[in-house]
T-cell receptor
Framework: NAGVMQNPRHLVRRRGQEARLRCSPM?????VYWYRQLPEEGLKFMVY????????ESGMPKERFSAEFPKEGPSILRIQQVVRGDSAAYFC???????????FGNGTRLTVT | DQQVKQNSPSLSVQEGRISILNCDYT??????FLWYKKYPAEGPTFLIS?????DKNEDGRFTVFLNKSAKHLSLHIVPSQPGDSAVYFC????????????FGKGTKLTVNP
């Protein structure tokens, strides 16, 4: 039973480029969450999605960041025109319906040069 | 504004002894608390949780204690094993169906053989 799959594991982008991070939830899970971990910090909530719907995006920066979870395919976190401050580990988590049973992926480490 | 605080960045204990990791919170709306364990280059994995209607929850070597009046919880690991060496994150969720977890910055536990 595959866990939450994130790819790529490592992503290097130059300032101004776009970053696309993908997350495939566990089988049977229809709720996806994205968290970001800056160096020496805890994980910070970014966005919560269900299939084709953004439920809570209160943790998303207002500009350059977007997320989707289409009917078919993985959830995508998209960062446009990346800056050095976007360098972080981005974790995706999924659950069957409640936050009490979150399963995290191994993260994507984004480095902006 | 850090709502969940783990004031000890690191903790070192001897194998076989007790490890006590502490967590304080400020938001009185939090009613569910979780501990996650994280190894380097991996995602957090769920360890144990506690609802605000309880003051103790036990699972094998792991026990979480909650003191609501002090807004404090702790994780006890007895006996500690070298494989327990990891970063431990405390997380909290608010009532009303909030679907986001608020994490502390983590405590790095090292268990020495």
């Amino acid at each position: 039973n595959a866990g939450v799959m994130q790819n790529p594991r490592h992503l290097v982008r130059r300032r101004g480029q776009e970053a696309r991070l993908r997350c495939s939830p566990m089988k049977g899970h229809s709720h996806v969450y994205w968290y970001r971990q800056l160096p020496e910090e805890g994980l910070k909530f970014m966005v919560y999605l269900q299939k084709e719907n953004i439920i809570d995006e209160s943790g998303m920066p207002k500009e350059r960041f977007s997320a989707e979870f289409p009917k078919e395919g993985p959830s995508i976190l998209r960062i446009q025109q990346v800056v050095r401050g976007d360098s972080a580990a981005y974790f995706c988590a999924s659950s069957p319906g409640t936050v009490w049973s979150l399963h995290f992926g191994n993260g994507t480490r984004l480095t902006v040069t | 504004d850090q709502q969940v605080k783990q004031n000890s960045p690191s903790l070192s204990v001897q194998e076989g002894r007790i490890s006590i990791l502490n967590c304080d919170y400020t938001n009185s709306m939090f009613d569910y608390f979780l501990w996650y364990k994280k190894y380097p280059a991996e995602g957090p994995t769920f360890l144990i949780s506690i609802s605000s209607i309880k003051d103790k929850n036990e699972d094998g070597r792991f026990t979480v204690f909650l003191n609501k009046s002090a807004k404090h919880l702790s994780l006890h690991i007895v006996p500690s094993q070298p494989g327990d060496s990891a970063v431990y994150f405390c997380a909290a969720s608010a009532q009303g169906g909030s679907e986001k977890l608020v994490f502390g910055k983590g405590t790095k536990l090292t268990v020495n053989p």
